[in-house]
């Protein structure tokens, strides 16, 4: 076997060949551009090998080793993604005390020329740029809620100081009246003063849907006897929060669409699980990428993170440990968002949840024991492409 280890880089990468059988160095750590004609440099010099005798590895690490792997992918080269961390330690356990481009690229083909009973890398498919795009459709959504989040407290912090009594005059926060009075008027100040056909005409809007009770009037009297505090800086905050959340909102709607698409497409058998929506569903299926890649449950429990740690030491067992938290923290948000309307949807998740309550287990850990039950549960369907059934449950 002929191993290939190439450090990857923003710009230039860093490639060696070694000889796994001899460990003979076969071609010194050379540089490669991250362009068409470095790819081409670096072809050259595999040609000369024959593509079943050859493994290439390089480190799973941001976005930039993207092009280079779908490239060699497109043709038909073996290419095993590592995990920085198992290269670092590799390094360290080797004693180097030398960190650079030229020995991360002979340390790679030290990890994946390994006879270790478990591989610390694995061999990635064409087919898993099939999911690239929904992958980052998802996460995108995940960060735009959380930019959301932020601007949403922000403009409550703004809200308190010069109109505290505001938000107790609507039913619900952020509808299209609430966001016209605000993005028009910002304080309590600036309503009580203004003309009430103003005012009025914020309360105007076409479209479908219950018309609140509040009134202009109503509105301009709570304004006059207000305790907020006048601010001009608040009021330029409140008029531009209330437009970046607007805009947020405009963004999630069209990838929402463009997921539900994307969901639709795949038609996979987890959706007919109750609680699990086309977002959560692309979500845990983009994260996971191909059901083939994992032999039994427990790896995409690992993967997710959510498995909890196992720790023995001579003749003491923990029999309280956290989840490790490791692999995909987006996987791990969206199993959490949606465990709940799993639970509250289907009887035997619910008695199983109440079961591990009733053994003295915490809300939050009861959560996770159900977590690691639905994803046993995803493994089946995705292994078999079969519908869920809850009477197979019982």
């Known amino acids: 076997m002929i191993l290939v280890g190439i450090d990857i880089g923003k710009n230039q990468h860093t490639f060696s060949i070694v000889d796994m059988n001899t460990g003979e160095i076969l071609s010194n750590p050379s540089l490669f551009n991250n362009n068409q004609e470095g790819f081409l440099f670096l072809i050259k010099k595999l040609n000369m090998y024959s593509k079943s005798d050859l493994l290439i590895g390089m480190e799973d690490t941001g976005h930039y080793h993207f092009a280079l792997l779908k490239y060699l992918l497109d043709i038909r080269y073996t290419v095993a993604l590592i995990n920085p961390t198992t290269t670092d330690l590799t390094r360290k356990l080797q004693g180097g005390i030398t960190k650079n481009d030229p020995l991360d690229s002979l340390t790679i083909c030290d990890v994946i020329g390994s006879n270790q ?125 209330v437009c970046q959340i607007e805009m947020i ?69 923990a029999q309280h440990t956290a989840i490790t938290k490791k692999g995909s923290r987006y996987l791990r948000k969206t199993l959490y968002q949606i465990i709940l309307p799993v639970i509250n949807h289907n009887t035997v998740f619910t008695a199983y949840y109440n079961k591990k309550l009733a053994e003295g287990k915490g809300h939050r850990c009861a959560q996770g024991h159900c977590i690691r039950k639905l994803l046993r549960i995803i493994y089946h369907l995705l292994s078999t492409e079969q519908t869920f059934d809850p009477a197979l449950l019982i």
């Open 117 to 241: 009973r478990k591989k610390p890398y694995r061999v990635t498919k064409v087919n898993r740029f099939d999911l690239y795009e929904q992958k980052q459709l998802t996460r995108h959504h995940h960060n735009l809620k959380e930019e959301l989040n932020t601007y949403k407290n922000r403009l409550q912090k703004c809200i308190d100081i010069v109109f505290p009594e505001f938000n107790s005059l609507f039913r619900s926060k952020y509808g299209i009246v609430y966001m016209n009075v605000l993005k028009t008027f910002a304080s309590a100040q600036k309503i009580a003063n203004s003309d009430i056909r103003t005012i009025r005409k914020c309360f105007e809007y076409d479209g479908r849907g219950k018309r609140i009770t509040l009134s202009a009037d109503q509105l301009k009297a709570a304004a006059k006897t207000s305790i907020g505090i006048p601010s001009v800086a608040e009021e330029i905050q409140i008029r531009h929060l």
């Open 249 to 317: 909102e405009e963004q999630l709607s069209e990838i929402d669409k463009k997921i539900e698409e994307f969901s639709l497409q795949n038609n996979s058998p987890i959706l007919s699980i109750p609680g699990i929506s086309h977002f959560s569903g692309t979500s845990i299926l983009a994260e996971l990428g191909n059901i083939c890649n994992y032999t039994k449950a427990s790896q995409i429990i690992k993967f997710a993170g959510v498995a909890p740690y196992h720790y023995e030491s001579s003749q003491f067992t």
